[in-house]
Structure formats: structure tokens, C-alpha cells
């Protein structure tokens, strides 16, 4: 008896008048595709109806396609993982889906994937088992496996699926990397066997594909080659290599397990199959994977902060003071999308501040058109006559209260009623600067950290009377503009600079004790910090931490920092700082290390970072233990694979975080 595709909840499934079967996948109550359980389950009743009626010759091919607009399959279902505790729970799910996609491939009619949006991770791994690819060559169309982020590797059948496909160099680099591919770069890799323009031709497509019987075929035999014996070997010690620059295998095991994979099994297929699955297995128990899901989990509870209706589109962005922040401020707006006006009392800075984009558009955006609609959305506006068409202001001039109030007390009158209005100070609070405004609650502050297009997190603070409609309403913008939002009470330093401070001036106060630069920021880089403490301080500009720290309190007075800073040696910019800089690089003695040694230093050098945050939480300058993590991992690169400074403390043994009402 064939099984019921009628009361499907997550898919819809129809047998039209030439045979063929669509199989839609439309999650129910979700905005995106991810492969949870029910989804698998009413997979399996696709599978086994299409099966008996493939038999019975009621059904000349299968079509996969996605019922939601933005997206084929964003990934197997994360949220799910939690609740593998063992290996073999983990082996016990994976073994019945990978049989079914086993059955999908064995399919007697033509099985076709077509492709538009994210196709990734298991989404991939799905389509890599139906016989022919075909995708979109639309802008929104990624394809990938993301799950070395997660700290495992593809586990549905990926692994040597998208190495027969691709050959190994391609799809390797694909996971172990965690990038998405365009889908002309997927074609070209092997992983898509046809493009078409838009999503109004999959459906055509797919069904001619059917027509045809087409099979998508293995990689050429050239790239097969490369699998074997003496290029593998050759091929494994490059990957190990790369890998080793991008990340340490003690902090992110899941690429290096990979590697051996292949390197034990590449040469045959048939064995990388069946080990795919052992050799998963424990990556995704690990404590690694666990916290990098955590890291997956916070980011979502970040964007979470922001109303899903605002009432209003952002269009229009105005910026004013057009120097350091601004200017990126601006041009990363422009770079999403928004027409941007940028203002500052010099024409000369506006010039400079936009010419500076140039860089950025450079990197983002591949084709001349692109680019230069980019750089059309930007535009100076020296006397603020864009200012009442902005949907949103943001306010970056020097920091001084007078000038700043000044400012608004103009500005308020010309905005538009709906328009954010919002500070990127730094130093100055939000309580100081709103009483110049008919209406204070308005003021909130949008704090981007520099430099602006490599920072992921936005501090949005909320002042003592700002209202928390403003606030939301900055989360949007920033959701909106591709950033986190992190909604911070404002007091010195908010969250971020709050948490460095102390832990970058202990640093350096053992440089003036006598311990080594180098190696202090080797032991930060052994826990997993991305940059060591010194290493950030000359980066971020040593006249900055010192005046950082005045704000924050901390007394510099007679120190190296405000020695180094009397002499004009700021660190990077200048050239010198605590170390001499040479082609943008600090200029380092390499001594060895013990690694235990660094290990007890890298622990003990976090620690005034933890403690803030502990401080921080309980003065509720954020509302919960895990926004503070979630801000100090994306605002300041804190070890990721170790889940968050709190976190951390607690699975340490630490006391559970507190909040300031507890
Ligand atoms: P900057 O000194 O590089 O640029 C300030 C710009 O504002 C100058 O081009 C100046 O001509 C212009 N300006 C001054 N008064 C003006 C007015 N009344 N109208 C229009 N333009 C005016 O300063 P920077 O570093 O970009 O900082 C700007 C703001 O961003 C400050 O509030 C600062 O605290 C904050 N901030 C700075 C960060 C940094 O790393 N530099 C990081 C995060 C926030």
C-alpha cells in the first residue's frame, strides 16, 4: 500500500498529468527550510510513495523545490542537535536518513533538485543525492556546507557525495572552508549541473531535465585522480596547512577530523561512506560544537531583539561627521543597500570619507554595475538637505557634548516624525546629550565599533529615557544592515569597551612588569582570543585605549601606555607602540613557548575580562548572562569554540552569573 502524501504538513505533494511528482517543501510555521525530524519523517513517505508508484509506472520523475521565497534548505535543523548526548544517539538518528537519501539516489525515474536561495548543508547533501542539480543564477542563490562553523562536517552522506561530484580539491575546499558558493561557482566546482535565470524557470527546467533522463556525472576522471595515491598525500599535507592558518586544531577539530577522513579513506568511496558517520559522530557531542551552536543560538537571540514590523522601510540613511566612523558608517550602509547622505562641516572630509569607500565596494560587490550603483546610492550632503527625507540619523562628529548638543537641538525640528535618531558616541552619555531635544525619549545611541565593515556587533543604548520604541526601532536598523544588535543601558564604556578595558590594561601592565609582548599574546591566541592583548591595543591606537581608559577610570598616569602616548608612538598608525610595525605588521621576536605554560597565562589573562562581565551583567548593563556573552564573543572576538566569558566561568565551576534584579 502506498503511503499518504495527503496530510503532510511541512510538504506538499502532487502526481501531475504527465507524471511527474513535485515534491514541495514549505515548513510549516517557519519562515525557512531546515531539515528537522517530521520533515525527514514526511520526507520518507515521499520516498516510499514515489517508489510504489515508480513501479506501477504512475511516475516518470521526482522535483524537489522549496515553497518558501527565500530559500531552498538553509541546513539540517540546529536547535535539534541538543538533544544527542552519546555517539551512538547521534548514530542512531543519522543511520535512517542517510539510508533514505540512499533510496532517493536508487530512484528509478530521474530525481531533480531545483535550486533557489540557500542550499546548504544538509540541504545540499539532500540534493546531492537526487540525479541532476539545477539552480538559479540569481544573486540570492548560495550553496554550501556551513557546518565546520558549527564545529562538525557534513554528516548526510556530504562528504563523498560532493567529492564524487566535484572531485576532491573543489568540494573539500567547500567544507572546510564553511563558504557559500554563487551558483555559476557551484556549476563550475561540479556541485550544479545546470543554471537557469530566475525562479520562474525551475519548474520548466526540471521538467525537461525529466524528459531528457538526465544524469548528472561523476567528477572527470582527472579530478578522481586526484583522490589517489601519490596526489592525496600531496593534496592532504596543503589542506593542513591552509587550515592551520585559519584555525588551531586544539580550538576547532572538526577540519582537521575531516582531513583524515579523506586522508584515510579518500581513495575509495565506498569506505568514506561508511565512515563518514563514526568519524561525525563524536564532533557532534563535543564541547567545540556545542558552544559554537550555543554562538549560532546567541546570534539569533541578537537579531530577535529587533520588531519584525517596524511600520515603516528603511530607505534613506543620513550621517553626520563624515571622519573615521562616519564615513564607514555611511559607506557600509550604501553597501546594503540604503541611500545614504553623508554630512560634515568639511567638504573636504565628505570627499575623503566617500573615496574611502571605493575599497570597500571594491570587495564587496563583483561586477562595475554594482559597484557603481553602490557608489551612486552614496552621497554627499554638506548642508544636511537630506536630513527630513532619512528614515534614520546617525550622528558620528567629534566627540564633545557642547557640539553635539548643538547639533541636535537643529537637527530635531527638520527629521521626520518616524525617523531613528541616534549617537555614536563613545564616551558621552545618552542622559548628557538628550535634554538638548524637545523630545529626549527619541535620542538612542547606534555605537559601531571600528573598523566598521569587520565589526559584526552594534551596540544600541538605551538611555535613561530613551524610549524603548526608539530602541527596537535601532535593533531593526541594525538587524536591517547586516550587523547584531545589542541593546546596552548606557554607562561608561557599555558592554564591550567596558569588558577590554580592564583586561587590555592588566596586559599591559605586565609588559611594564617585565614579561614579554610576545608572549602574552601568544598565551591570549592559545585560549583562542583572535588578536593578542597588546597586539589589539596597538591596532585599535594606544592615544585611544589611553583616553578609553580616563573614562573608564583607570589611572595610566606615569605608565608605558601614557609614556608611549606622550612620545606620539600610538601603535600601528604611527608605526611604533609596543611593538615597531613593519608593512602593517608588528615586528615580533619568536621565542618557544611551553604550552602548558601559555595555557595558565592565556586563562589568567582573561580573567579581568570575565570579571567585568560578571560586573557588568550585575549592574545590568545587559539583561541577560547570555547577551553578555553573545556581545563580548561578536564585539570582541572572544573565543567562540569556548561558548562565551560566562559561559566559560560557568562551565569552569564558576558561580552561575547574576543578574543586577537577583
Ligand atoms: P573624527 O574626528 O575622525 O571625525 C569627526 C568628524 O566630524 C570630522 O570630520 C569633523 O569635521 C566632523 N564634525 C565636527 N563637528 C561637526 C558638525 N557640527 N557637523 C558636521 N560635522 C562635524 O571622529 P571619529 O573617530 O569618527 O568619531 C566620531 C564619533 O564616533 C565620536 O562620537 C566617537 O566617540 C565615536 N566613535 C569613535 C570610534 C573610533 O574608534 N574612532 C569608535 C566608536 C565610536
Known sequence: MAADVTSLRDWRFSIDDQGIAWAVFDREGESQNALGRRPLEELL???????????????????????????????????????????????????????????????????????HGFCLGGGLELALACHWRIATRDDATRLGFPEVRLGIFPGFGGTWRSIRQAGPVAAMQAMLSGSMLRATAARAAGLVDELVPSQHNLAWAARKAIARGRRSKPAPLLKSMLRQFPIRPILVSRMRAETAKKARSDHYPAPYRLIDLFERTGGNLTTMKVEETPAFAPLMVSETSRNLRRVFRLSEALKAQAPKDLGFTVRRVHVIGAGVMGADIAGWCAAQGYEVSLQDLSGEAIDKGIAAQEKLFSRRFRTRALKAAAKARLIADPRGEMTSRADVVIEAVVERLDVKQALFRDLEAKLAPHAILATNTSSIMIEEIAPALADPGRLIGIHFFNPVAQMPLVEVIRGAGSREAEVRKGCAFVTAIDKFPLIVKSAPGFLVNRVLAPYMMRAMERVEAGEAPEKLDEAARAFGMPMGPIELADTVGLDICLNVGRILGYDAEGSRLAKLVASRKFGKKSGEGFYTWKDGKPVKAVRPYGSSELATLGKALVEPLIAEAERALADGIVETADLADAGIIFGTGFAPFRGGPLHYRAAQGGAAPRKASE
Open 45 to 115: 513517505v515521499i520516498v516510499e510513495h514515489v517508489e510504489a508508484a515508480a513501479s506501477d509506472k504512475a511516475v516518470r520523475g521526482l522535483v524537489f523545490l522549496s515553497g518558501k521565497p527565500g530559500g531552498f534548505i538553509v541546513g539540517a535543523d540546529v536547535r535539534e542537535f541538543e538533544q544527542f548526548s552519546s555517539e551512538a544517539e547521534v548514530i542512531a538518528a543519522i543511520r535512517p536518513v542517510l539510508a533514505m537519501l540512499d533510496r532517493i539516489e536508487a530512484l528509478p525515474v530521474p530525481v531533480v533538485a531545483a535550486i
